[in-house]
């Protein structure tokens, strides 16, 4: 097992109680552990989505310039096949 630290969190009432409510005891560590990497995944995702926005502009890239031709570039070597 990865090295662990104990940390202090405040739940608010509610969500105390659905955790309580849904998950046996010794399992709340592992629940909370991996609800926590989720939402780092989707944390990080976005991240690099907003990083990149912009790298594919319309003056270099004329194909990805609208929806249409966005989608004539991808059923063109689809159509193809």
Known sequence: MDKTRLILIEFPDDLQE???KYIC???KTDFIIKA???EFVKTKQKKVIMNSAGAINKVDYP???TP???YQ???EPREQD
């Open 25 to 27: 005891g010794d399992q």
């Open 73 to 75: 570039w991808v059923r």
């Open 63 to 65: 194909e990805f310039s």
């Open 18 to 20: 659905e955790l309580n």
């Open 68 to 70: 249409d031709s966005i």
């Open 36 to 38: 926590v990497r989720k």
